[in-house]
């Protein structure tokens, strides 16, 4: 079979990136029948024995020798950026550069649903699985969230529906990839370290839309920019969502309670999940499962048993009257903001890790007055107190602790918070610093939170 007009059997094929992704997408080629050179960063031995075990007959060469000499295709893995000298090589001589959810394109049968955004992906993909499922819809859940759209290739067939999370990573080389229902809930500042400009952001992200087909549908945020640009991008129909106002067609809220038209979903003090974001993420995720065929009472009955999703302002637990609170997935400063926003007790947050070329001064003004202390951690520590004031400043607007590790902010919180206050891990970075994913962050986090002794408290 062909792919990006590559006959793959006896082609030779270069994958670049051996993270799960990249695993993923060896296996589809060379099932194929492609002949498969494999390359990453690390030499070989330094591999997980996994990807070692799930490379054995294949060919490596590291990246630093250029993989992709020789080769008829090139295949990225999201993490490798698209602007790389070997990559621009490549394209000089002609080679094909695609993605790994461009592969998968190629392979994977049914129905799309496809969710972008700079924060809230993750919840809404899940939920979006979680109602159609409940509505006795047959639906796969993948993507940017656990399984890579090469490893579902198997699993699909023309009556499931596929709900991908997908990333600007992803989505930037995207061309014959196409969603039935693209779904963006927020453009806001990330990945800048990679993208370099906003507008090169946002353009990754409305690939979702630029690659739809007519008869697709468009769920999008009538109070965001650059969704109301993608509305131009897609030759299908815009379905609009908004807290603020009345849309149509598409899912409000009206006087407390969630309208698709004029027809009611559910009050929205019904939805389980803290924060004004998740409402959003609740219009959208309702929007998109009623345009999959779901009925309003089977949205409504599923949302009431959404358990949530793992790292996304996840209750961990209670210690000497302390709430602890994980939300690792707090990736970027807008995500930040809004789990702060989801708390109105008084708040110890943990920020730092890997900095994307972000503005942390946003988060000053929402912090001021809210919380005891920031703990900063990690590798852009010195940049989040710079712009939050300077540590031993006085008169800043937000207190600040130098930590320098997870395991040193667990602990300062545990002896200064008091009853009644609020942990939380929201660290506006990414965690590459001093963790392998925000996953392993997150669980790190939850391992030492758990170890606390219930008598472990604040003194002040």
Request: hydrophobic share 45%.
């Amino acid at each position: 079979m062909k792919a990006a007009g590559v006959e793959l059997q006896g082609a030779r094929v270069a994958v670049v990136g051996l993270a799960k992704s990249g695993l993923s997408a060896v296996a589809l080629l060379r099932a194929q029948g492609a002949l498969v050179t494999a390359s990453d960063e690390k030499p070989l031995d330094s591999l997980p024995e996994a990807a070692r075990a799930a490379l054995k007959g294949v060919a490596f060469v590291q990246q630093v020798d250029d993989p992709t000499l020789g080769q008829d295709l090139v295949v990225l893995s999201p993490g490798v950026p698209d602007d790389l000298a070997i990559v621009k090589a490549a394209r000089g001589r002609g080679v094909k550069v695609i993605g790994e959810l461009e592969l998968a394109s190629y392979f994977l049968v049914g129905p799309v649903i496809g969710v972008t955004g700079s924060n809230g992906k993750t919840t809404t993909t899940a939920l979006i699985g979680h109602i159609l499922r409940e509505s006795g819809i047959d639906a796969l859940v993948g993507g940017n969230i656990g399984t890579p759209p090469t490893a579902m290739v198997g699993m699909s067939n023309e009556d499931t529906w596929l709900v991908l999370e997908l990333s600007s990573f992803q989505l930037e080389t995207a061309e014959h990839f196409t969603a039935k229902i693209g779904v963006c809930l927020n453009v806001t500042p990330d990945h800048l370290d990679r993208h370099k400009t906003m507008e090169a952001y946002k353009a990754a992200k409305g690939r979702l839309f630029a690659t739809q087909r007519a008869g697709s549908f468009a769920v999008l945020n009538a109070e965001d920019e650059a969704c109301t640009e993608y509305a131009g991008l897609t030759p299908g129909w815009p379905v609009w969502f908004s807290q603020e106002r009345e849309v149509t067609p598409g899912l409000h809220v009206r006087e407390g309670v969630i309208v698709l038209d004029d027809d009611a979903v559910m009050a929205v003090s019904e939805i389980p999940l803290r924060g004004r974001h998740n409402v959003e993420n609740v219009l959208a995720a309702a929007a998109a499962a009623h345009l999959a065929g779901a009925t309003l009472e089977q949205i409504a009955a599923a949302v009431k048993t959404f358990p949530g999703v793992e790292h996304r302002i996840e209750f961990v637990c209670e210690r000497a009257g302390v709430a602890w609170y994980n939300d690792s997935k707090a990736t970027n400063v807008d995500a930040a903001l809004k789990a702060v926003e989801a708390f109105e007790q008084r708040l110890w947050i943990i920020l730092g890790g890997k900095d994307k070329g972000s503005d942390y001064r946003p988060l000053a003004a929402a912090l001021q007055g809210h919380v005891a202390g920031a703990l900063l951690i990690g590798a852009a520590a010195e940049k989040i107190a710079g712009q939050l004031g300077g540590l031993g400043q006085t008169g800043g607007a937000v207190p600040l602790v130098a930590c320098g590790t997870i395991e040193a902010a667990v602990d300062h919180a545990a002896r200064h918070a008091v009853a009644g206050d609020v942990v939380l891990l929201a660290p506006a970075c990414a965690s590459f610093d001093q963790f392998t994913s925000y996953e392993h962050r997150g669980r790190v986090f939850k391992e030492l939170v758990r170890s606390l002794n219930d008598s472990d408290g604040g003194t002040n």
